[in-house]
């Protein structure tokens, strides 16, 4: 079996700060994700990646960017910290792209103050 | 695009009771099904996966049903035990390049 790894566990920022979270997967798995996650609002696509160096725009990419370094990381950027913005963001990862199973990471809890 | 929605957003059932949730989707073209389990502080942990062509699929005390006629997806929790308390996500798709479509997440509690 695999791991996938969400650092840091909590990030608590500024309003207007830039603001990195990072994700490791030893699947070996092709296709990366970042969701994001609010109470009672499920889990929305923000950016995904296929292999390494590519990037793919989901539903909430405004104000965010990301990086697929290598195959088994993929970073999350939140360009400029919303005052008041609490959330969850997962990662998770899937073979391909093509409807394999994906596997989340534990999440990283953003505060912003 | 598909919609889901996710139904109860809250439960709760006594230990040893069975406990129902419910996903309506809206696309036709749907042909991937997943239930995921959400613990307190973790991330999403895959239950179960269905294709389209499946109406049913039982494991380890857990039963997802289809049915393609009205859209739906259920899990259906038999015997619940505390252990179970977490929130619960369905998840569609319909192949292919498609992304996954999730619910708004049920939080059920089984009372000891």
């Known amino acids: 079996g695999g791991i996938i790894t969400q650092t840091p566990k909590f990030l608590i920022g500024q309003e207007g700060q830039k603001l990195t979270l990072k994700c490791q997967q030893n699947?070996?798995?092709?296709?990366m994700y970042w969701y994001r996650q609010d109470s009672g609002k499920g889990l929305r696509l923000i950016y995904y990646s296929i292999t390494e160096n590519d990037l793919q725009k989901g539903d909430l990419s405004e104000g965010y960017d990301a990086s697929r370094e290598k195959k088994s990381s993929f970073s999350l950027t939140v360009t400029s910290a919303q005052k008041n913005e609490m959330a969850v963001f997962l990662c998770?990862?899937?073979?391909?792209?093509?409807?394999?199973?994906?596997?989340f990471g534990p999440g990283t809890r953003l505060l912003v103050l | 695009g598909e919609q889901v929605e996710q139904r109860p957003p809250h439960l709760s059932v006594p230990e040893g009771d069975s406990a129902v949730i419910i996903c309506t989707y809206t696309?036709?073209?749907?042909?991937?099904f997943y239930w995921y389990k959400q613990e307190p502080g973790a991330g999403l942990q895959l239950l179960m996966s269905v294709f389209s062509n499946v109406d049913r699929k039982e494991e380890q005390g857990l039963t997802v049903l289809l049915n393609k006629k009205d859209k739906q997806l259920s899990l259906n929790l038999t015997a619940a035990h505390p252990g179970d308390s977490a929130v619960y996500f369905c998840?569609?798709?319909?192949?292919?390049?498609?992304?996954?479509?999730f619910g708004k997440g049920t939080q059920l509690i089984i009372q000891p």
């Open positions: 696309d036709s073209a749907t042909a991937y």
């Open positions: 998770a990862s899937s073979i391909t792209d093509n409807q394999d199973t994906q596997y």
């Open positions: 699947f070996n798995h092709d296709t």
């Open positions: 998840a569609v798709s319909a192949g292919g390049a498609d992304r996954l479509t």
